[in-house]
């Protein structure tokens, strides 16, 4: 534990000195400052498709006061979301997508500084069945235009797209017919890859753009080869851990991380799950696969997820590459009826919620703290990279932390 804290320490905190000057370029002599954290420049996130029915004023009483409740825990820990995109709930209709709503939740967030992901633009499970009704080639003219439309469409709002997700299997999926298994079967896992996200760069150019998987087996690694190697340029490296079935560890995550940072690439952890329940059997190969209509979170799982949670995010910010982690989901019950969420049904916060707020915006936080500068303007501190603002007489002065080690920034009052 100790070496995943020093690691930390290295890899996400600056040691800064901060020269302060009036407005006339005087130092400011020994007077007393504050200092404050605004942000972290790491993506904490959680999906917030419960956010879509609130914002667009659709719930009504105990629903509508549950649903305050868990958006108010997510404002207060996360810094990042991911909207639902999925093609088939998107646009059930043939030329009538939901735009609007997702227009008006993606303001919502960007207006409470949330940078917000879109999620997936191309995808086999849970796509558009009128697909079915074309032949392969309109069926990617269909999601080529879908991607420019909606990338197009939602550009100042989301900047941060996964845009193709579970592509090892998409031309072998074979749990049923499907239009995007189709073309990826034709052309190819890499052919499909790269017409995406050429399609993406387009419409907008300054998006983050993702590939993203659930199978962290050598097939995606090898995957990511090929693509890199195809000239496709990915963004950021997504990669899912869903660990319904019990925690990777320490040594298997580490594992992981080590064969996709040799793309020196940003990484994402895009979905993450860990159960506060028993756990799903180890011999079900398929997550969907396991369907239970009573999953309950016990007190003895909770406090497992919360000891397993807080080690799988140390895990993760130790390591240099990962830039963003994304819970799937904020309230227990939603994907797979799984006990999985940091929020039980009711919206009260678990012992990980609770634990993971005391790292988040405790330990790896600066909460305003006075400082007085020396005979030269000067005051020293540490903190994680990300974004502070600096108080004295009234007035507030942002600034970065933006590289890690020893850092100097000159702040005119």
């Known amino acids: 534990m100790e070496n995943l804290e020093t690691r930390i320490k290295s890899q996400r905190t600056a040691e800064a000195t901060l020269l302060v000057t009036t407005e006339d370029g005087r130092p400011l002599v020994e007077q007393e400052i504050t200092i404050a954290q605004k942000n972290h420049r790491f993506l904490f996130g959680s999906n917030g498709f419960f956010l879509l029915p609130l914002v667009n004023n659709e719930l009504s009483g105990a629903e509508q006061d549950r649903t305050e409740r868990i958006a108010e825990n997510f404002l207060d820990l996360m810094n990042y979301v991911t909207l639902p995109f999925y093609w088939g709930r998107f646009e059930p209709k043939k030329g009538d997508p939901d735009t609007e709503r997702l227009i008006k939740t993606a303001k919502w967030c960007v207006e409470h500084k949330l940078p917000v992901k879109g999620h997936p633009l191309c995808w086999h499970t849970q796509t558009a ?131 996709f940072a040799r793309f020196n690439l940003p990484i994402h952890f895009t979905e993450t799950t860990l159960i506060s329940g028993q756990l799903m059997p180890p011999e079900i190969v398929d997550l969907n696969d396991y369907q239970v209509e009573d999953w309950p979170s016990t007190p003895e799982g909770e406090e497992r997820q919360a000891r397993e949670t807080l080690l799988h995010y140390k895990t993760l910010l130790a390591h240099p590459l990962v830039t963003g982690i994304t819970w799937w989901d904020m309230i227990d019950g939603q994907w797979l009826n799984a006990p999985c969420g940091l929020l039980r049904r009711d919206g009260t916060p678990k012992p990980a919620y609770e634990e993971l707020h005391k790292l988040v915006k405790g330990e790896w936080w600066l909460a305003p703290t006075g400082f007085r500068t020396d005979q030269e303007g000067k005051v020293k501190f540490r903190g994680f990279l990300g974004d502070y603002e600096l108080r004295y007489a009234g007035r507030r002065i942002p600034f970065q932390l933006e590289e890690k080690g020893e850092v100097t920034l000159k702040l005119k009052l």
């Open 129 to 259: 069945d009128w697909l079915l009704e074309m032949t392969n080639e309109e069926i990617l003219q269909a999601q080529i235009s879908r991607i420019e439309r909606d990338v197009t469409a939602f550009a100042g709002l989301i900047e941060i797209w996964d845009v193709v997700n579970e592509a090892v299997i998409m031309p072998i999926f074979n749990k049923y017919d499907n239009g995007i298994t189709r073309i990826c079967k034709e052309l190819g896992r890499i052919k499909t890859i790269k017409i995406m996200f050429e399609a993406a760069r387009r419409a907008n150019p300054k998006a983050v753009l993702l590939l993203n998987d659930f199978d962290v087996s050598p097939a995606y690694d090898i995957l990511v080869e090929g693509c890199l190697e195809a000239g496709i340029k990915i963004d950021t490296i997504g990669i899912q851990s869903h660990m319904h079935q019990g925690y990777w560890g320490v040594e298997k995550t580490e594992r992981i991380l080590e064969r």
